[in-house]
């Protein structure tokens, strides 16, 4: 899940916008916890793996 649809419990704002500080230590703990497909969002995934399949495809017609 992204932090961008969170809604904090304290201000009840967007935790992307930080405007309090629960807010802004919410959003600074789930950015280091992302890693690196963190970041992606779900069209963005779905893009990579059906290039991923693509590329295994076309590698296993290769090899044959």
């Known amino acids: 899940m992204t932090y961008d649809r969170l ?4 201000c009840a704002a ?3 916008e930080g405007r309090c500080p ?5 959003r ?3 950015q280091q916890q992302a890693g690196i ?4 969002n779900p ?3 779905v893009a ?3 290039m991923l399949v693509a590329l295994a495809a076309v590698l296993r017609q290769a090899v044959a």
């Open 43 to 45: 069209a963005m995934l």
């Open 7 to 10: 809604v904090c419990a304290n």
């Open 22 to 26: 629960v807010c802004r230590a919410s």
């Open 37 to 40: 497909f963190g970041q992606l």
């Open 48 to 50: 990579l793996l059906i």
């Open 14 to 16: 967007p935790v992307s």
């Open 28 to 30: 600074e703990r789930l």
